[in-house]
């Protein structure tokens, strides 16, 4: 057994087995949403269903310590793992039957961690089954599932059906109680704390989440995560946007079609969340599906969160290596081509890193300039630095190198 480092808890619990929930009449168009993916992935859990499957290749290693009841009630539509690290926290957004927390468990070895975070509850029994015989087949539990909205995770909806055992809402002063419980648990008792996990990941959900309820799920992906922690997320996208004749059907919407983000969009979500050095790492050459003329495919986007600390100067430099002209970061940096540009010590670091790594050639000061004592760093859209600034003014060396370069003038 292990620790939920998001809430100090013991892992690797199965979890009560929750009876079927009986099913719930779709209403008006305004609360279809949630009803129709609801029943349908409940339905899902007990039988497979294969229009809710997205092609999607995985490593075999990692399928054997799988039951076969979770592989085949699959319904995503991407691998965000294979980016993920020995010895992180990771938090899966709509975990379902919990395939993707199971093969990052083993990306993320007993060090690690995974949090499956789902509201269905047939999901939910299904996932917690199997884990005891993941856990066997591995020799170790690092896996847990809660339950939960993705978009509000705060708020434990098992503490909150707790308390409503005890004190039932019959009454309008029962549903301001409710709503006091309600804070009251998000503040105290949150499901996953702020910046308590390394990566986020979701494979094929938000789509699933309600238009209105989507810049908080962004916000919330952002919250949890550590400075400096990423979101890895495979979801389905449109080429146009989604029409509203489609978007009030239920099946679509409950099969990752109506609910799609156009693909631009879909990026710019992360950017007004606060991520940055968002990347595209995958998009599918061909359509999962084609509705009405509109393309629908899978992609997988990684996301960062900022390093927060002061902007400071220690005569640091990079290199655009190319091939562009120039190129712009998300703080409105440029950078051009073969050009010394000036760089605060934070920016200097991060573009030596993953997703920047060998774009630009970095360009140390001959002499350190010692973090505290280091003047704060004017940004500028491209602020070039003097050669001299990095050697030093009063560098004056003169050398002659001569060991052969090793052509014909030697």
Known sequence: MGTDPTRGETVGDSGAIPSPRPTIECCGAAEFVELATYQRYAQAAAQPERELCCPSSYDPRYL???PEEVLQRDYGCGDPTPWLRTGERVLDLGSGAGKICFVAAQRVGPEGYVLGVDCNEEMLALARRAASTVAQRLG????????????????????????????PVRTASDWLRLRALEDKLRREQPLVADASVDCVV????????????????FQEMHRVLRPGGRAIISDIVADEDVPDSLQSDPKLWSGCIAGAFREDSFLKAFEEAGFYRITLAQRASEPWRIVEGIEFRSVT?????????????????????????????????VFYRGERMAVCDKTYHLLMREPYRGMFEPIAPRVEVPLDQA??????????RHPRQSKGEKYRVTQNNDACCGSSCC
């Open 301 to 333: 986007v990684i996301a960062y969160k900022g390093t927060p600390g002061p902007c400071l100067d220690r005569n640091q430099a990079v290199i655009y290596r190319g091939p562009f002209l120039k190129v712009e970061d998300d703080e409105g940096h």
């Open 64 to 66: 054997e310590a799988i």
């Open 375 to 384: 003047p704060p760093f004017r940004c500028e859209p491209a602020a070039r």
């Open 202 to 217: 979701s494979s094929c959900v938000l789509n699933l989440v309600r238009p209105q309820d989507r810049r908080q799920l």
């Open 140 to 167: 170790y539990a690092n896996v847990a599932f809660r339950k939960g909205l993705i978009q509000d995770l705060r708020l434990d909806l098992e503490a909150l059906e707790q308390a409503l055992a005890q004190e």
